[in-house]
């Protein structure tokens, strides 16, 4: 396990939701960082089938773009009643014609495949997000840290924080969705603490312990 010695990080990401928790976490750690979409570097197409393929694509891209080390998040919402749809397609199910994302369609999409499934009791909705982290040093050596945040989806979306599917999102021993809390609540985590509730800020924690001593 290799450490994070120096001042600055890509983070390898053109997502602005992913980027605004990343910063949340980082930020307390003093490291500067910037971001893949600040500087302007092209999105590579993602065309793994795990998220660590796809978390090592963009984590690569950004690092070779700059020299720096990267940090690089593949996400995305496992449905156990789906086969584990749409997994590392999470993001491709809210890809409108154009091009652009429609989380509200997405969520729809998920409902509708859960309806036709007929998973219609609590028991039967149950999901995880999963976050793959991969830290990338220019000299092509790479980390990866898991994290994975059980819950169920719900109907209709509640709340309007967070991002992409967390209105249908309720992590498990909560009566609220990651929509209803607020980004602390959300990632459950700071530098030291012992738990964490997102499978972003679970990750998080892994990459700190090993990467940076924390
Ligand atoms: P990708 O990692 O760029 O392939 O995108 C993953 C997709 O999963 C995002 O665009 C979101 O829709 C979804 N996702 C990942 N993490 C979260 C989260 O913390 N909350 C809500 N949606 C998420």
Redesign the pocket.
């Known amino acids: 396990m290799r450490k994070f010695e120096g001042e600055k990080i890509v983070l390898a990401?053109h997502?602005a939701?992913?980027l605004e928790?990343i910063r949340g976490l980082i930020g307390p750690l003093g490291i500067e960082v910037v971001s893949a979409g600040e500087l302007g570097l092209p999105e590579p197409p993602?065309n793994g089938v795990t998220?660590e393929e796809?978390a090592a694509t963009k984590a690569d891209a950004a690092s070779m773009a700059t020299g720096l080390v990267a940090l690089s998040?593949?996400?995305?919402?496992v449905v156990d009643a789906l086969d584990g749809a749409p997994g590392?397609y999470?993001?491709d199910w809210?890809e409108k014609e154009d091009g652009s994302?429609d989380?509200g369609m997405?969520m729809q999409k998920v409902e509708d495949a859960l309806s036709e499934a007929n998973a219609t009791e609590p028991e039967q909705r149950t999901a995880r997000?999963v976050?793959v982290l991969c830290m990338r040093w220019p000299d092509g050596h790479r980390e990866y840290f898991r994290g994975e945040a059980e819950g169920q989806l719900i109907w209709p979306p509640r709340g309007t924080s967070?991002?992409?599917?967390?209105p249908v999102?309720k992590p498990n021993g909560y009566d609220v969705t990651?929509g209803e809390m607020t980004a602390e609540e959300?990632h459950g985590w700071k530098p030291g603490d012992e738990h964490a509730l997102?499978?972003?800020a679970r990750a998080f924690k892994l990459f700190a312990e090993t990467c940076l001593d924390l």
């Open positions: 990401t997502n939701g992913k928790e993602e998220f796809n998040d593949d996400s995305g919402i590392v999470t993001a809210a994302r989380f997405a997000f976050s967070g991002f992409g599917y967390d999102f990651f959300k997102s499978h972003r």
